[in-house]
């Protein structure tokens, strides 16, 4: 236990004045005392009087007691025994305080000081009190001793703990990435911290909390913020709830927490609700159903790519044994694909890496016909991965039903000039397959290549089904160009 530097200077202050007074009496410098209020004054008369200096001690605030060089109590008011919750006449100081009896020993033992004082906890039916006591060397007749003195300090020891509580949980709150808001039995939100202003762009103290913060919940249940903070309040507290905030001046999905707030055994005066932002969550949830449906896809379409290398092969082979090496061959080149995201991680890759990747199974079957031009810039792993899953669809395709479906057709991958401040443009372009129209309804393929380089702004791409020959444009924003 420990209080302030002002408020020991204050105390050491008033342990002064009463020990100044209490050696006036005891020299006779003084006839008369006046206690109490101005309008309720009790004189007492002193003088030589020992019953008057008596009188005066019982009715001080201060505990008050003297001891002899033993430690043994000679005298004490009824303040002393109140605060040592003992009659304190006869026993030991020791005894009577809560603290080590060697500390309590060294306080009766420095007569060196004009003043010991030493800091305690007593403990009884009142709880704890926090006291101050102060040990001055005194002459009792023909007896050496001390003059003790009890100051309760609990009052300002706990204002001082209560501002240091309030403090720390203002720091809490602020350091706290998450937004916080507690309300109070009405709903009113009494404090939020910063990361709150992600809910509501003014100051939310005074105001309700489902005016501020109206929600729709994800789930069933809860209907609105009403019915959860009465939720929080009432019953067992709300834990990972979805919700979806519309009116919220940035963030929209959050997960929602409340909880009662109890002082003590009572009955809840407020609630704190958390919210913890789910942009991130909730655009990595995406971002795997898309990645989901694509693994999906390419499983599919691997395996109608066996199923192309099968047949070209056989009509190609002469024998089993040429069929056989050669089908192997062109499977290994498909699974090499595949590795290539395994072993670079997508990191460090030219445009022309990624091409090479995703067709060399089918420049295998087309021989000369793919042909690249300018595709020797860096690009980042997210266009990387991107721009792999677009080239993995057109290929397919074009096995499927465009150039590669036949014995005539071409593919030609080249870097277009005049990309806007700075950016890349590709083409893929087919010509002498079968001729070309457009699907009556967009497939997941389709998705795939006009939606892939949708997550950089300025990024994207286009498809053209020209009769001559599918043509694709991509364009990636130079960030996504690191420099060498």
């Known amino acids: 236990m420990s209080i302030s530097p002002e408020a020991l200077a204050d105390l050491q202050r008033r342990l002064q004045e009463a020990e100044d007074t209490l050696r006036a009496i005891r020299e006779g410098e003084v006839d008369a005392l006046v206690v109490g209020r101005m309008d309720q004054p009790q004189v007492f008369a002193i003088g030589g009087d020992a019953e008057g200096f008596r009188a005066f001690i019982e009715v001080m605030d201060t505990g008050a007691a003297a001891v002899d060089d033993t430690g043994r109590v000679l005298y004490a008011n009824a303040t002393f025994a109140e605060l040592v919750n003992a009659p304190a006449p006869g026993r030991a100081l020791a005894d009577l305080l809560a603290a080590d009896p060697a500390e309590v020993a060294g306080l009766l033992a420095d007569d060196t000081s004009p003043r010991a004082t030493l800091q305690v906890t007593q403990y009884g039916p009142a709880g704890a009190r926090f006291l101050v006591v102060a040990s001055k060397p005194l002459q009792i007749g023909t007896v050496a001793g001390h003059a003790i003195t009890l100051s309760d300090v609990t009052d300002r020891v706990r204002t001082a703990r209560a501002e240091q509580n309030e403090r720390t949980a203002q720091g809490i709150l602020a350091s706290v990435n998450e937004a916080v808001l507690v309300c109070d039995a009405d709903g009113i939100v009494t404090r939020g911290n910063a990361a709150s202003r992600a809910l509501y ?284």
């Open 201 to 484: 762009a003014d100051d939310p103290v005074g105001r309700a909390f489902a005016d501020i913060v109206p929600l729709v919940p994800a789930q069933g249940g809860l209907a609105d913020s009403r019915a959860i903070l009465e939720r929080a309040m009432t019953g067992p507290p709300v834990q990972g709830m979805e919700v979806f905030a519309p009116d919220a001046p940035g963030a929209k999905d959050f997960l929602l927490s409340a909880a009662p707030l109890r002082m003590g055994e009572g009955a809840a005066s407020g609630c704190v609700v958390t919210m913890v932002d789910m942009t991130q969550r909730k655009a990595a949830e995406r971002q795997q159903l898309l990645l989901m449906n694509e693994l999906d896809h390419r499983v599919k379409n691997a395996l109608a790519m066996v199923i192309a290398i099968t047949r070209r092969t056989i009509r190609t082979a002469g024998d089993l044994a040429t069929f056989e090496k050669t089908f192997t061959d062109r499977v290994r080149a498909l699974a090499a694909t595949h590795n290539l995201l395994a072993k670079n991680a997508w990191k460090g890759l030219t445009v022309q890496n990624v091409v090479v990747a995703e067709l060399s199974p089918f420049m295998d079957m087309g021989g000369q016909r793919i042909t690249t031009e300018g595709l020797d810039t860096l690009i980042s792993a997210e266009a990387a991965v991107a721009i792999g899953l677009v080239f993995h669809e057109l290929a397919t395709n074009a096995v499927k039903y465009g150039a590669l479906s036949s014995d005539t057709g071409s593919i030609a991958i080249r870097a277009l000039d005049g990309g806007a401040e700075g950016a890349l443009v590709l083409e893929w372009r087919e010509t002498g397959g079968p001729v070309v129209s457009k699907p009556t309804h967009g497939g997941f393929g389709e998705t795939v290549i006009t939606q892939s380089l949708a997550f950089a702004q300025g990024g994207g791409a286009t498809l053209d089904y020209d009769p001559a020959g599918v043509i694709c444009t991509l364009t990636l924003p130079p960030e996504h160009l690191p420099a060498v």
